[in-house]
């Protein structure tokens, strides 16, 4: 690209160094934003350096937050007796949209993934052992996505969990509401065969 | 979504007011941008601000510029007396990338189109004719897309030209190197046909 402005090239380079942004769309970002009042592009450029700077992690689950202990932590309604094991704050998002959870979170911040070069002493699962050994606690579910890393890492925590008197539990897998059996992998419909439940389960109530 | 932090929001509700970012993308790049280094996310921020504050348009042909004068227009080289005109800056860099072409240009800003409220007035037209009024100009030629709004553009400003001594030129229209005739539309294959140009344009030198 010939730009004829450094201060427009340095703007593009910025932008195209973020995940999933190219050249031609950190371009057109750019020419979007020269198009936009100053003062709002401040608010851009400062909602962001503020968000980095100041955000925490809650000292209890690692999840963000803006103060020490996050707003699902410090809310006295929800039961601290249950912790949901995710990978990410994604995660966090993704169950607390189900409306479904009134329990507590830990974010591991990734899966044990040895080719990635994760091992556990990476992760969040020392901080998770301490709030298990907590007497309190009567349940931890393992929400973490279905493949090999997600599975280890389940492998992995549970025999560090496997002296506390704590129930320890996994989200179940199977055929996806609205899924077809005909399409669905062999490992999932063997899993779901084997993982049967009483019908019961699936009469809406 | 829900946020478990002001601060995530607020960032997330800033990117996805650029165009083309919906929240999801939005999220993932406010996460990415958590990973980096708080010194290189200030940078980022600092970038894009001091950009906005202190990108200029060139006085001559409203390019952006770091000055007064845009590089282009500044260069002696240049021939000035040739004046390309576009509609944006990112035709500009279009063809510049060609490397084919070495007069100055003259960005329009937009091209009149009723339906979008953007009549004359809002265009850089005014300064065009001034320039071309200058006895130095001896070609303008006139880059614009090949649509009605283009072609309305080019039909306003060539009347306004027509007391002028200035050669006026459109780029040529036609089938793109490496189409097919066949899937070319009508009007593309019959103004090919009409404008037709002696062989020796096209035996390579």
Request: charged share 20%; glycine share 6%; aromatic share 6%.
């Amino acid at each position: 690209m010939n730009f004829s402005s450094t201060l427009l090239e340095n703007a593009v380079a910025e932008f195209s160094r973020l995940p999933g942004i190219g050249k031609k769309t950190a371009l057109r970002l750019v020419l979007h934003l020269l198009k936009t009042e100053p003062a709002q592009v401040d608010m851009f450029a400062e909602t962001i350096s503020k968000m980095r700077r100041e955000i925490q992690f809650c000292q209890q689950c690692h999840n963000v937050s803006d103060h020490a202990l996050c707003n699902i932590c410090a809310t006295p309604a929800r039961r601290q007796d249950l912790i949901c094991v995710v990978e990410s704050i994604r995660d966090v998002m993704a169950i607390e949209a189900t409306q479904q959870y009134n329990g507590t979170y830990h974010v591991l911040g990734g899966v044990i993934s040895p080719l990635d070069g994760i091992g556990p002493d990476q992760l969040n699962i020392e901080t998770l052992i301490q709030r298990a050994s907590n007497n309190n606690v009567s349940e931890i579910i393992f929400a973490l996505n279905p493949n090999i890393q997600g599975d280890t890492s389940i492998y992995f925590i549970q025999k560090k969990l496997a002296h506390l008197p704590v129930k320890v539990t996994a989200i179940s897998r199977g055929i996806a509401f609205g899924g077809e059996l005909e399409y669905a992998d062999e490992m999932t419909l063997a899993r779901s065969l084997q993982n049967r439940l009483p019908v019961e389960n699936f009469v809406r109530q």
